[in-house]
């Protein structure tokens, strides 16, 4: 069975710094960015815990596809695709506890 995989963006309290990342389990992964599991990385040095897009995928290859062309595009390009699906900025994580 083929495994599926969700392209997400996190932001930080201000809303200064966007990190695209792609997983195979969203749910572990946020859990991750918001424990500091790993303190060195890029998402905990800039404090990048709060999920504010998620788009999820049939294949993990289709979703490292679509990080690519995400983190490819401007800032501004990720802005815009940010208030598509959440125009208030709101911390989507809730939404995936519920999964």
């Known amino acids: 069975m083929e ?3 969700t392209v997400y963006i996190i932001t930080n309290f201000t809303h200064t710094t966007l990190y695209v990342g792609v ?3 969203i749910l572990f992964r946020v859990k991750e960015h918001k424990e500091k ?3 060195k990385s890029f998402s905990a040095k ?3 815990d709060k999920l504010v897009y998620f ?3 049939n294949s993990i290859e289709e ?3 679509e990080e ?3 983190k490819g595009g401007s800032r501004i390009k990720k802005i815009k695709l940010i208030e598509s699906m959440n125009p208030e900025w709101r911390d989507l994580w809730e939404i995936v506890k519920e999964w």
């Open 3 to 5: 495994r599926g995989g």
């Open 23 to 25: 997983t195979s389990d």
């Open 37 to 39: 599991t790993y303190p």
């Open 46 to 48: 800039y404090n990048a």
């Open 55 to 57: 788009c999820s995928y």
């Open 63 to 65: 979703a490292i596809t």
């Open 68 to 70: 690519k062309r995400i």
